[in-house]
């Protein structure tokens, strides 16, 4: 039972935390974050784009003053751009001293064999770190204060390089075939993304612990806007939320996101309203929606929607 107490006391410090770098985190967030930090397993964070996955690994590393190192995933993405490639430049610098001090490298050298040998030793050298360039992957490995490594929409990238991402997330290091095995000073806090565009690999998903943030429900979004739009009134606050929450019902190409929720009541603060009405909801709502025809399917909606987001307004 103490155990049970201290760890959701524990959890209660995650939210604390997170609120304190202006993230406002669910129960089930917190516990994630709470045993992500316990276990030392990477969170595979899943849920629709705008939803807060990208913020909350910010959020992590401001609360814990950690240096967050971002990898933004694409199609076609490779072990050059996400773990190291060599200074070739550098090389090919090194080569041309090589060259022009050939003389006196094998001046001790009577031998092909014995020639050879001091070469292949200068050739160890131009495989080396000082030679490596290192990229986001090899270089949250590399902090010496850890760090959070935020490896973003995952899904975007190709089934092969989430091969290469296994041994990092079991055991915190990589392997270099010229180097050896690079292992991590410090364990990073690793948050991987996905807005689902792919099935994720049971590989990948095996390593991590599994978290889903979906559209929140209106008190914590209304918390979340309090927070980020701190000039927005209680009253506009409730409606807004309300009118959003309606609006996620109906059958769009994209639902608006928490994000959305963010920038329109920034909107709606910055043309001075107080509370919702009908023309300022038809003359914003394309900060709302993305799509002219989610716009038009809306519009017809508009005053019922208003009318009952007013009377939440108006009796909580």
Same mark, same amino acid.
């Given at each position: 039972?103490?155990?049970?107490?201290?760890?959701?006391?524990?959890?209660?410090?995650?939210?604390?935390?997170?609120?304190?770098?202006?993230?406002?985190?669910?129960?089930?967030?917190?516990?994630?974050?709470? +045993?992500?930090?316990? !276990?030392? %397993?990477?969170? $595979?964070? *899943?849920?629709?784009? &705008?939803?807060?996955?990208?913020?909350? =690994?910010?959020?992590?590393?401001?609360?814990?003053?950690?240096?967050?190192?971002?990898?933004?995933?694409?199609?076609?993405?490779?072990?050059?751009?996400?773990?190291?490639?060599?200074?070739?430049?550098?090389?090919? +610098?090194?080569?041309? !001293?090589? %060259?022009?001090? $050939?003389? *006196?490298?094998?001046? &001790?050298?009577?031998?092909?064999?014995? =020639?050879?040998?001091?070469?292949?030793?200068?050739?160890?050298?131009?495989?080396?770190?000082?030679?490596?360039?290192?990229?986001?992957?090899?270089?949250?490995?590399?902090?010496?204060?850890?760090?959070?490594?935020?490896?973003?929409?995952?899904?975007?990238?190709?089934?092969?390089? *989430?091969?290469?991402?296994?041994?990092?997330?079991?055991?915190?290091?990589?392997?270099?075939?010229?180097?050896?095995?690079?292992?991590?000073?410090?364990?990073?806090?690793?948050?991987?993304?996905?807005?689902?565009?792919?099935?994720?690999?049971?590989?990948?998903?095996?390593?991590?612990?599994?978290?889903?943030?979906?559209?929140?429900?209106?008190?914590?979004?209304?918390?979340?806007?309090?927070?980020?739009?701190?000039?927005?009134?209680?009253?506009?606050?409730?409606?807004?939320?309300?009118?959003?929450?309606?609006?996620?019902?109906?059958?769009?190409?994209?639902?608006?996101?928490?994000?959305?929720?963010?920038?329109?009541?920034?909107?709606?603060?910055?043309?001075?309203?107080?509370?919702?009405?009908?023309?300022?909801?038809?003359?914003?709502?394309?900060?709302?929606?993305?799509?002219?025809?989610?716009?038009?399917?809306?519009?017809?909606?508009?005053?019922?929607?208003?009318?009952?987001?007013?009377?939440?307004?108006?009796?909580?």
């Amino acid at each position: 039972m103490a155990e049970s107490t201290s760890s959701s006391a524990s959890i209660e410090a995650v939210e604390r935390s997170l609120a304190s770098a202006g993230y406002i985190a669910s129960r089930q967030i917190a516990t994630a974050v709470y +045993l992500a930090e316990k !276990i030392e %397993k990477p969170i $595979l964070v *899943e849920g629709p784009a &705008g939803v807060g996955k990208t913020e909350l =690994a910010k959020a992590i590393a401001a609360s814990r003053g950690l240096e967050m190192i971002r990898m933004q995933c694409y199609e076609g993405l490779d072990e050059a751009k996400a773990l190291y490639e060599w200074k070739y430049a550098k090389q090919l +610098l090194y080569t041309q !001293i090589l %060259k022009d001090k $050939l003389g *006196e490298v094998l001046g &001790g050298a009577d031998t092909l064999a014995k =020639a050879l040998d001091q070469l292949h030793d200068f050739g160890d050298v131009f495989f080396s770190k000082e030679f490596v360039e290192p990229r986001p992957l090899l270089r949250a490995l590399e902090q010496p204060m850890g760090c959070v490594l935020l490896i973003d929409e995952i899904d975007k990238s190709d089934a092969e390089f *989430e091969s290469l991402l296994l041994e990092i997330l079991s055991d915190f290091q990589v392997t270099i075939p010229e180097l050896g095995t690079v292992v991590a000073i410090v364990p990073p806090t690793v948050i991987l993304t996905s807005n689902g565009e792919r099935d994720l690999g049971d590989a990948l998903k095996r390593r991590c612990l599994h978290l889903h943030i979906g559209f929140p429900e209106p008190k914590l979004e209304e918390r979340i806007v309090e927070t980020r739009v701190p000039g927005v009134s209680a009253t506009l606050r409730k409606q807004l939320v309300g009118f959003v929450n309606q609006v996620r019902t109906l059958d769009l190409k994209k639902l608006p996101s928490v994000s959305e929720t963010i920038d329109w009541a920034k909107v709606l603060v910055l043309l001075g309203a107080s509370e919702l009405g009908h023309e300022m909801v038809k003359d914003t709502l394309n900060v709302l929606l993305k799509y002219e025809g989610d716009i038009e399917a809306t519009l017809s909606q508009v005053s019922g929607f208003v009318a009952k987001a007013d009377r939440q307004g108006v009796f909580g």
